[in-house]
């Protein structure tokens, strides 16, 4: 399960202003995907259509060889897990952001609700001596800190389909090195697409997409992209 195909996915947010121009990729189930490409080229947009934050106006994208609109917005999102660009964290303890604004959560309820094999990676993202603050209230987390609580709180439902959009982009880049370890350890053996603008951040990628005003400049493996460029 897993398998991500955009076709032909044409995108506007207003009628006379076209975004995304005809895209079409493929994602094999449990493979990495990079998108690159320049500010303003489209990529976070992928990202939203996936998420069925807004429809295309032209093609269709799959899950599995579903159509994404033809799918439970509840089924939808229990597939795909964001980590979005800007990650916004309530002013309140981790054990309330994991829960994501359900009951604040307490260390073992947290280790309750991430079963079986997610376990490891889950606890693995949150911040170093997560145990002795997920109760405590007015925490002072760093970036990157915060980074893991949103990447653990995302790995909670245990997603399919992973979304990384410029997770780490504005982190310094000692933190930034450190999150992608943790990041590549999640991504294994989950479909999941990065956005980057960092070459740093992709070197794990099995393939990678080059969007350039809303088009599939390039594509192919690392190797691939060398040879051709
Ligand atoms: P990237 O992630 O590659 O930087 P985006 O997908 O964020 O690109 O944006 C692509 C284009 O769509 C940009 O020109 C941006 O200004 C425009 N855009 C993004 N979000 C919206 C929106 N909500 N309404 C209108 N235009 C938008
Ligand atoms: P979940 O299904 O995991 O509970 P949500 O569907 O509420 O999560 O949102 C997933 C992530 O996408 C959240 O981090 C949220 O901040 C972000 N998000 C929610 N709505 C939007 C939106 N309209 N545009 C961009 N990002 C959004």
């Known amino acids: 399960r897993g398998l991500v195909a955009f076709e032909d996915v044409h995108f506007a947010y207003e009628p006379e202003r076209p975004i995304l121009n005809g895209v079409s990729f493929a994602i094999p189930p449990g493979t990495t995907l990079a998108v690159v490409g320049p500010s303003g080229a489209g990529k976070s947009t992928l990202a939203r259509l996936l998420y069925r934050f807004y429809d295309p106006t032209g093609g269709d994208i799959r899950i599995d060889g579903q159509d994404i609109s033809k799918v439970t917005q509840g089924s939808l999102r229990a ?3 964001i980590v979005p660009q800007d ?9 309330y952001n994991i829960g994501y604004g359900r009951e604040a959560a307490s260390e073992s309820e947290i280790r309750g ?4 094999a997610a376990i490891d990676r889950f606890i693995a993202a949150l911040p170093q001596g997560y145990e002795s603050m997920v109760g405590e209230r007015g925490l002072k987390l760093s970036g ?10 995302t790995l909670l439902k245990d997603p399919p389909i992973l979304i990384l959009d410029e997770a780490t982009s504005a982190l310094d880049s000692r933190t930034e090195e450190a999150i992608q370890a943790t990041l590549d350890n ?5 479909t999941t697409i990065i956005i980057a603008h960092r070459l740093s951040t992709i070197v794990n990628a099995d393939r990678i997409v080059v969007l350039d005003a809303g088009r599939v400049a390039e594509s192919g493996t690392h190797a691939e992209l060398l040879r051709a460029g």
């Open 113 to 116: 609700a991430a079963r079986g």
């Open 87 to 95: 990650t916004v964290l309530f002013n309140d303890t981790i054990g």
């Open 144 to 153: 990157g800190e915060k980074q893991r609580v949103a990447i653990a709180r």
């Open 186 to 190: 999640v991504a294994e053996n989950r």
């Open 79 to 81: 597939a795909i897990g």
